[in-house]
């Protein structure tokens, strides 16, 4: 049978392509007859990924709570690979910057919609009991979370309100990372130590956490756009997408969690503390933290009232109908 030009003008391209690989075309057209055809469960490891939720008690709805967080977690991930392109990215390309952003913000907007299956989608005396077998555990220990502040926004932007005027951008890292605002959010009120759960999380992430500061130390996401031309940085999409993108990061999802802390951890007045000992009603309120990645994007009032309106208009509706 004759070989069509079609088919012949790829044979040549895949003969330049693998040249250089010190071995012959004939050699890899013998591994493609002896591959197995390509399944949809073996490409995303089906049977492994469904075999990883492992509960610890016999409550049912323990297995939604571990299946929150690994999606949460790959979402998390997605975030991150997208931080990644637009840092290494070395055109000033405004559409590309905008969408890749815009694809962050996707990511954020299905994670905060879908916390409702946290906020309602649980019993809360299953889960009031299930939780004591997680301790100390916490959410509080997700690393891609930080990682994707690193990534955001110089560790300058992130210390702990109390200290944010103590420290510059000429401060050593070591210094701006021991004073970050999560921190203070896993310490012991009665002792002033810090918990196990901090602990545990220091000294399995530090070490990547410094490594990934250092490596961005001024092309973070926010330096590189302040490294852009005044028009780009001007341009209306762009500056929707990012301010979009604060709002997301360090307003609505901490609002989210805070309905899920009110719907299970707060009831008749009382506070039960969190698996890992953090102080949530101290650590999630975005008006408290103030934590903002892109500071040059909003005046001095929005800075000043950050998160309050939020609250006011659509967090304490929220708690009062989750209560209900």
């Known amino acids: 049978m004759a070989i069509s030009p079609d088919i012949e003008k790829r044979i040549k ?28 469960w073996d490409y995303i490891h089906l049977d492994t990924l469904l075999s990883l939720q492992v509960p610890k008690t016999h409550f ?20 991150i690979h ?11 390309d405004v559409k590309f910057l905008a ?3 815009e694809r962050i913000n996707n990511y954020y907007r299905t994670l905060i919609s879908s916390f409702d299956i946290m906020i309602k989608g649980m019993d809360r005396e299953q889960f ?14 997700s ?12 560790l300058e932007n992130l210390l702990h309100n109390s200290v944010a005027d103590t420290y510059d951008m000429d401060t050593d890292l070591e210094t701006l990372y021991e004073n970050i605002y999560w921190k203070k ?15 545990q999380f220091e000294y399995r992430y530090t070490p990547r956490f410094m490594r990934i500061a250092t490596q961005v130390k001024g092309n973070t996401l926010y330096e590189k756009y302040l490294k852009l031309p005044k028009e780009i940085r001007e341009d209306r999409h762009l500056v929707k997408a ?76 929220q708690i009062k109908k989750n209560n209900a």
Do not use: C
């Open 143 to 154: 690393a891609q979370f930080r990682m994707i502040e690193i990534y955001a926004t110089p």
């Open 242 to 317: 990012m301010r979009t993108l604060d709002q997301n990061a360090n307003i609505n999802w901490n609002l989210m969690h805070m309905g899920a802390a009110y719907r299970h951890l707060s009831k008749d007045k009382t506070t039960i503390d969190a698996t890992g000992g953090t102080n949530w009603k101290q650590y999630l309120p975005p008006s408290f933290q103030k934590v903002i990645f892109f500071p040059e994007l909003w005046s001095a009032q929005e800075k000043d009232e950050w998160g309050k309106q939020w609250v006011e208009h659509i967090f304490n509706p």
């Open 128 to 141: 009031l009991q299930y939780r004591m077998s997680l301790l100390p555990a916490s959410g509080f220990q």
């Open 13 to 40: 391209l895949l003969e330049e392509k693998y040249k250089n690989s010190g071995q012959d075309l004939g050699s890899y057209l013998d591994g493609l007859l002896h591959d197995r055809y390509l399944t949809y």
């Open 60 to 79: 049912p709805d323990e297995e939604i709570f571990i299946m929150y967080h690994q999606i949460t977690e790959l979402y998390f991930k997605l975030i």
């Open 99 to 101: 969408s890749r952003i």
């Open 185 to 199: 959010g896993a310490i012991d009120t009665a002792t002033g130590e810090k918990t196990l759960t901090l602990k």
């Open 82 to 92: 997208e931080q990644k392109q637009l840092i290494d990215h070395k055109m000033q």
